[in-house]
């Protein structure tokens, strides 16, 4: 009885050491798959377009700001925020004339029967 409680155990052990081996091979090949995909980083030295470049503000040519009453600015501002509201989608409305997108036609068989059917749960 001893010998095959020490068997069971050694299957036990050789079987979740399989196990965690495998694991970890799965994830050194994970690891080495994405390696071998992402692409290569250029070693030059111009900057990327997508890193900042700072810029003193005066070897910018940039015209001085124009001064601007509080009138014209909050018809300014107000012009723009009407320009941003026209430019974006609108919402869906649900009225009665607009026809809102449906789910497929199977869908619509199932939740039919299932409204229909007196049985609880699904049939």
């Given at each position: 009885?001893?010998?095959?409680?020490?068997?069971?155990?050694?299957?036990?052990?050789?079987?979740?050491?399989?196990?965690?081996?495998?694991?970890?091979?799965?994830?050194?090949?994970?690891?080495?798959?994405?390696?071998?995909?992402n692409p290569r980083e250029k070693a030059s030295d111009e900057p990327d377009a997508d890193?900042?470049?700072?810029?003193?503000?005066?070897?910018?040519?940039?015209?001085?700001?124009?001064?601007?009453?509080?009138?014209?600015?909050?018809?300014?501002?107000?012009?723009?925020?009407?320009?941003?509201?026209?430019?974006?989608?609108?919402?869906?409305?649900?009225?009665?004339?607009?026809?809102?997108?449906?789910?497929?036609?199977?869908?619509?068989?199932?939740?039919?029967?299932?409204?229909?059917?007196?049985?609880?749960?699904?049939?």
């Amino acid at each position: 009885m001893i010998e095959t409680f020490k068997q069971g155990l050694l299957i036990t052990g050789i079987g979740m050491g399989l196990v965690f081996v495998m694991i970890f091979l799965l994830w050194g090949i994970m690891a080495l798959l994405v390696w071998l995909t992402n692409p290569r980083e250029k070693a030059s030295d111009e900057p990327d377009a997508d890193e900042a470049v700072e810029l003193e503000p005066a070897a910018l040519d940039v015209p001085a700001a124009q001064t601007v009453d509080d009138d014209e600015g909050q018809r300014l501002a107000a012009a723009l925020a009407v320009a941003y509201a026209l430019s974006s989608p609108s919402a869906q409305s649900f009225a009665p004339g607009v026809q809102t997108p449906q789910g497929s036609n199977w869908l619509s068989i199932g939740r039919a029967q299932q409204l229909l059917s007196n049985k609880r749960g699904r049939n």
